[in-house]
Structures are given as structure tokens and as C-alpha cells.
Nanobody, 125 residues
Framework: EVQLVESGGDFVQTGGSLRLSCAAS????????IGWFRQIPGKEREAVSC????????YYAESVKGRFTLSSNNAKNTVYLQMNKLKPEDTATYYC??????????????????WGQGTWVSVFS
């Protein structure tokens, strides 16, 4: 089974940048999708971004388009979420999740097979 570990969360001023990492062990060598979600207490888990290995497609929530960029480095068994122009409303616990043998990305948490423990991002003014 795949183990996912997020890192990179921190406290950052409005307008600043962070890069979150999601390390997979073992790395899904066949078709997969890696999604990033975020959640605050009492709220539904929200899809942020996703990358699909089969189609090379990416997904971004409307709220982060133009600010967040998802990328991967298979040699390092890692996917990244580059977050720029951060806003206070980006404050949340960020989770990465994986669908093994995926054909496409999905914005629905129930469709993901594995989850990391989360990393906290706090944006302040």
C-alpha cells in the first residue's frame, strides 16, 4: 500500500509563497492520480488540485487558478503544490491523496485510496 507524507506547511504573510510536498512510498509506478485537498474544522474537505499520470492532466479549483501550480518529480517520488499570492482564506490543513490505477483526476474525496496526515498552512496579514 502507498504511504503519503506531506510537508512544507508554515506560517506566511498574505501575498507570500509556499511549496508543499507529497512524498509517496512506494511510488505508484503505474497509472495514478495525486490530489491535493484542504480542510478547516467544521467544513467539507475541498479539492484544490490534481494531476493524472495517464493523461498528464491537471485540475485546479477556481479559487486557486493562476496562483497554485502542481508538478511532480517521479525520480524523487514526490509531487509538489507551489502556492503563490497566498490569501488568508487559503489557511487550512492540506492533504495529499492518491488514486492507484487511476484513469483521471477526481475532485471527490471518496474516490481516493490513500491519504497523508496533512500539513498546516496559515496565512496572516
Amino acid at each position: 500500500e502507498v504511504q503519503l507524507v506531506e510537508s512544507g506547511g508554515d506560517f506566511v504573510q498574505t501575498g507570500g509563497s509556499l511549496r508543499l510536498s507529497c512524498a509517496a512510498s512506494p511510488f505508484p509506478f503505474e497509472d495514478y492520480a495525486i490530489g491535493w485537498f484542504r480542510q478547516i474544522p467544521g467544513k467539507e474537505r475541498e479539492a484544490v488540485s490534481c494531476i493524472s499520470s495517464r493523461f498528464g492532466a491537471t485540475y485546479y479549483a477556481e479559487s486557486v487558478k493562476g496562483r497554485f501550480t502542481l508538478s511532480s518529480n517521479n525520480a524523487k517520488n514526490t509531487v509538489y503544490l507551489q502556492m503563490n499570492k497566498l490569501k488568508p482564506e487559503d489557511t487550512a490543513t492540506y492533504y495529499c491523496a492518491a488514486i492507484v490505477m487511476a484513469t483521471a483526476c477526481s475532485p471527490f474525496p471518496a474516490e481516493y485510496d490513500y491519504w497523508g496526515q496533512g500539513t498546516w498552512v496559515s496565512v496572516f496579514s
